[in-house]
């Protein structure tokens, strides 16, 4: 299993990202895949889950409002688009599938929002 997140950068206050996470290794198409972040001196937190059966994406209260998920099954690819962003978005953001059971994760990829 492999994922590779890509799309993060710097961002001024206010502005819009997407990003991406490519996945091989495993049937995409029958996986739920997740988005996850963790800003610096904090614990990793949930974002978005975007479900295999219907591509519908479930999200903490937390982050209602400004954040899509979103997926391709035909790319293995599944987004998030980020709009509004704020300081406080600033982290790096992973995606991760489990399989058998087995959390696997990318590497990530650092949005930081700043002027």
């Known amino acids: 299993v492999q994922l590779v997140e890509s799309g993060g950068g710097l961002v001024q206050p206010g502005g819009s990202l997407r990003l991406s996470c490519v996945a091989s290794g495993f049937t995409f198409s029958r996986y739920d895949m997740s988005w996850y972040r963790q800003a610096p001196g904090k614990e990793r937190e949930l974002v978005a889950t975007?479900?295999?059966?219907?591509?519908?994406?479930n999200y903490p209260d937390s982050m209602k409002g400004r954040f899509t998920g979103s997926r391709d099954n035909a790319k293995n690819t599944v987004y998030l688009q980020m709009n509004s962003l704020k300081p406080e978005d600033t982290a790096v953001y992973y995606c991760k599938v489990v399989r058998n059971g087995i959390h696997y994760w990318g590497k990530g990829t650092l949005v930081t929002v700043s002027s």
């Open positions: 975007i479900r295999s059966v219907n591509g519908m994406t």
